[in-house]
């Protein structure tokens, strides 16, 4: 899987969530997370966990924002994942953790 497949698995999600409203970001989440938020906040610090080790930065936490912000922090942490030009198992990874992701949604 390479930058395709991860911008593709991003855009799916984004589109799934973006128009959620605080209700229904609060709903349980199947799988680990308490709540859909939770979900996609621990898969937006994932990604800038990634993007860090792929420059060589410490790993910092994103911050908490409105659930209605997170396909923003989504995205954002992505486009940063994808201009650091991590190496291919990186994005493989990415891109199972978003699938993942989403269909705990």
Not at 42 to 58: I, M
Not at 70 to 83: G, N
Request: aromatic share 2%.
């Amino acid at each position: 899987m390479g930058a395709a497949d991860f911008e593709t698995a991003v855009q799916r999600l984004i589109t799934q969530v973006g128009h959620w409203e605080a209700a229904r970001w609060n709903a349980p989440a199947a799988g680990g997370a308490s709540t859909r938020a939770e979900a996609v906040r621990t898969l937006v610090q994932h990604l800038a966990d990634q993007s860090a080790d792929a420059e060589q930065r410490r790993h910092r936490p994103v911050p908490r924002l409105a659930e209605t912000v997170l396909p923003d922090q989504l995205r954002v942490m992505a486009d940063d994942l994808l201009a650091a030009n991590p190496p291919e198992d990186v994005l493989s990874r990415a891109t199972a953790a978003v699938t993942d992701a989403r269909d705990a949604l």
